[in-house]
């Protein structure tokens, strides 16, 4: 008896450990590792960007959305740094294209990919705004 008990808590046990909450995804706009970003971590983000990312980003190669399509960034923040950083890594199947893993950076570490889809996001809303201004300006 004693041993059916002492199996049946450690079951109980694994399984409330196994359902423990998920953190909520935050807003890459709003994450502490996207509004701490140091100038040296945007710098290794802009060379992979640089070699790899703005050949599709820039012109809508293959599908990929251009930067200053606002609602689409804006909707892709929302779904947090870990899942954007994993659909990069692995590569994603989108509706008009397809991105490959590491977005063509082959030699990338884990750690420059992140850092490029930072800072492929800290562009993207530079861009923005830097469209707006124009746009404000050209209705005066």
């Known amino acids: 008896m004693d041993k059916v008990f002492r199996n049946v808590s450690i079951f109980i046990f694994a399984f409330f450990i196994g359902c423990e909450k998920k953190s909520p995804v935050v807003n890459i706009y709003d994450s502490k590792e996207y509004k701490s970003l140091t100038r040296k971590e945007l710098n290794v983000g802009e060379s992979i960007w640089a070699t790899a990312c703005f050949r599709c980003h820039m012109y809508g190669t293959n599908g990929a959305v251009l930067l200053d399509e606002k609602a ?42 992140r850092k490029s889809v930072l800072y492929l996001f800290d562009l993207a809303k530079k861009v923005q705004a830097a469209n707006e201004e124009q746009s404000m300006n050209n209705e005066e």
Request: proline share 2%.
């Open 72 to 113: 689409y960034w804006d909707s892709a923040a929302s779904k947090g740094i870990d899942e954007l950083y994993k659909s990069v890594w692995e590569g994603k199947k989108g509706e008009n294209g397809e991105m490959p893993a590491k977005g063509f950076c082959n030699l990338c570490s884990e750690d420059e990919i």
